[in-house]
């Protein structure tokens, strides 16, 4: 209760964990029935350099896919790999038939063109879903495997019922790895979409029309209560290490969680669910090449 004794909206928490343990729980049955049927789906994740966060992530998706029963194998390379070289590691793995999806771990270093690295990656094994045929595949509302963030997203709000068909939604960020593809993914569901991005000019009013608001920017606390429509779904995919080495998301929680009907914590929100989707689009990739 607030001074004046009126009662202040606490928003339910979305909780990505619980969601990915659900998605987990539901690919080991699948994959389960597939080695049934002399299929194993399998992916390569490769890494240039120590990157501390980018290890992090590459064991946290290794132990993800033996708990799933994918089968895994990790190309980890030194810094100082050569463009070609990596580039004729995908080609080996393209032609792999056990691997069914390559995820080249990003950042690269810089001598490396990121863009020509991703479109070396074959399309029916681009698990991360970044490539151009895949990106295409999705605006043109093709089958094709699709950004894993975004997925997640469109799944966080599907386990929680929560509906999406004729809804206002607001996108914070243009990214192609986030933004653009979950705004298609929205539209597809219906919804009528405004994007918002450094150079809009009245980035408030427009939040405060969306009925769903993503923030995808990454800048933390950018999106505070006062912007936020009463009731609003709240997803918040932003993760920032703040000076202090605490992680912080692009949404201010605490002002946010007084007006919204729904949010994602960070951590636990929507990071859980980028891995519990990459896991998805491998077992995906497995069933399209096999039919």
């Not at 049934?36 to 290794?62: C, D, F, Q, R, T």
């Not at 914070?172 to 919804?191: T, Y």
């Not at 029309?209 to 009731?231: C, F, H, N, S």
Request: charged share 25%.
């Amino acid at each position: 209760m607030s001074d004046e004794g009126e009662e202040i909206m606490t928003a339910k928490i979305i909780d990505g964990r619980l969601v990915a343990k659900s998605i987990r729980e539901e690919l080991k049955g699948e994959v389960e029935n597939l080695k049934k049927e002399g299929i194993e789906p399998g992916i390569a994740v490769v890494l240039v350099g120590e990157n501390p966060a980018s290890m992090v992530y590459v064991k946290n998706k290794g132990e993800a896919c033996r708990s799933t029963g994918i089968y895994s194998e990790e190309h980890r390379l030194p810094e100082d790999t050569s463009e070609s070289a990596l580039l004729d590691l995908i080609e080996r793995l393209n032609r792999d038939r056990r691997i069914h999806g390559i995820l080249v771990q990003l950042p690269l270093p810089s001598h490396i063109n990121k863009d020509k690295v991703l479109k070396a990656i074959s399309p029916d094994k681009d698990v991360d879903g970044f490539h151009e045929i895949n990106m295409g595949r999705l605006f043109t509302g093709q089958e094709g495997l699709v950004p894993c963030t975004p997925f997640g997203i469109i799944k966080l709000l599907e386990y929680y019922n929560i509906p999406v068909d004729g809804k206002f939604a607001v996108i914070v960020g243009r990214s192609n790895i986030v933004g653009k593809p979950v705004a298609m993914m929205l539209l597809q569901r219906n919804a009528t979409i405004a994007m918002c991005h450094t150079r809009t000019a009245n980035m408030k009013e427009i939040c405060l029309m969306g009925d769903i608001l993503i923030a995808a920017a990454g800048r933390p606390g950018m999106i505070t209560g006062e912007m936020i429509k009463e009731g609003a779904v709240v997803i918040d995919v932003g993760i920032n290490r703040l000076d202090n080495g605490k992680l912080a998301g692009d949404v201010d929680f605490e002002s946010v969680s007084k007006r919204a009907a729904w949010i994602t914590p960070v951590p636990g929100g929507v990071g859980p669910m980028t891995i519990a989707m990459l896991l998805y689009n491998t077992v995906k990739a497995a069933k399209l090449r096999n039919g």
